[in-house]
T-cell receptor
Framework: NAGVTQTPKFQVLKTGQSMTLQCAQD?????MSWYRQDPGMGLRLIHY???????DQGEVPNGYNVSRSTTEDFPLRLLSAAPSQTSVYFC?????FGGGEQYFGPGTRLTVT | DAKTTQPNSMESNEEEPVHLPCNHS???????IHWYRQLPSQGPEYVIH???SNVNNRMASLAIAEDRKSSTLILHRATLRDAAVYYC????????????FGRGTSLIVHP
C-alpha cells in the first residue's frame, strides 16, 4: 500500500491563479479530509468527505472547493489564490464512521506571492 | 467539541521517560482520547488511543485518570527521533467525526 499520496510536494502560485492539490489513498477508506497548517500552528480542517459524492465544510472552507467522485481521490481546488492561503496542506483518510486512526499524506507546501 | 489543554513545550533527555499531560475536563462519556504526533516536515501520525483503561502499544503508553478529565502519554525511553509535536484529541464514538487539532506540545529531546 502506498497509503495517502499528495501531489505536488511544492507549489508557488501568483495571486489570483487557481490550482488543484491532488490526494489519493489506496486503503479503501471512506473518510477523507483536507487540513492546512500555518507556521507554528496546529492543523485546521478545510473540507472533509464521508464517502464518494458526499462532502462537507470544516473550520476554514472559504476559498477552497472539493469534490469526491471516487473513493480513492479527493482533490482540493484553490479558486483564486491569495497570500493568506500560503500554508502546508495535508490530506488524510480514515476507514470508518466514527472510529479508527487517521492516516496523513506527506503534505503540499504552497506559497502564494 | 470538548477541548483539550496541553503545555506548549516540554524537554527531556535521551533514554529518559517522558510524561506528556493533557487536560480534558469537559470530556463526555462517549469521547475517546487519541494521541497523534508530528515529526518535523511530516504529516501527523497516530500514536495511541483509549477510552477508560490504560493502554500500551509498541510506541507508547496512555494513562487515563479515573475521572477521565486528564490523561498522560508516556514515552518510556525517549530517543532523538521522538522529538515532535504531540497532539491530544478527543474523538466522539458516534457521528461522522473528523479530528480537529490544537497546537499540541512540542517535545524537545536532548542527547
Amino acid at each position: 500500500n502506498a497509503g495517502v499520496t499528495q501531489t505536488p510536494k511544492f507549489q508557488v502560485l501568483k495571486t489570483g491563479q487557481s490550482m488543484t492539490l491532488q490526494c489519493a489513498q489506496d486503503m479503501n477508506h471512506e473518510y477523507m479530509s483536507w487540513y492546512r497548517q500555518d507556521p507554528g500552528m496546529g492543523l485546521r480542517l478545510i473540507h472533509y468527505s464521508v464517502g464518494a459524492g458526499i462532502t462537507d465544510q470544516g473550520e476554514v472552507p472559504n476559498g477552497y472547493n472539493v469534490s469526491r467522485s471516487t473513493t480513492e481521490d479527493f482533490p482540493l481546488r484553490l479558486l483564486s489564490a491569495a497570500p493568506s492561503q500560503t500554508s502546508v496542506y495535508f490530506c488524510a483518510s480514515k476507514q470508518q464512521f466514527g472510529g479508527g486512526e487517521q492516516y496523513f499524506g506527506p503534505g503540499t507546501r504552497l506559497t502564494v506571492t | 467539541d470538548a477541548k483539550t489543554t496541553q503545555p506548549n513545550s516540554m524537554e527531556s533527555n535521551e533514554e529518559e521517560p517522558v510524561h506528556l499531560p493533557c487536560n480534558h475536563s469537559t470530556i463526555s462519556g462517549t469521547d475517546y482520547i487519541h494521541w497523534y504526533r508530528q515529526l518535523p516536515s511530516q504529516g501527523p501520525e497516530y500514536v495511541i488511543h483509549g477510552l477508560t483503561s490504560n493502554v500500551n502499544n509498541r510506541m507508547a503508553s496512555l494513562a487515563i485518570a479515573e475521572d477521565r478529565k486528564s490523561s498522560t502519554l508516556i514515552l518510556h525511553r525517549a530517543t532523538l527521533r521522538d522529538a515532535a509535536v504531540y497532539y491530544c484529541i478527543l474523538r466522539e464514538i458516534r457521528g461522522s467525526y473528523i479530528p480537529t487539532f490544537g497546537r499540541g506540545t512540542s517535545l524537545i529531546v536532548h542527547p
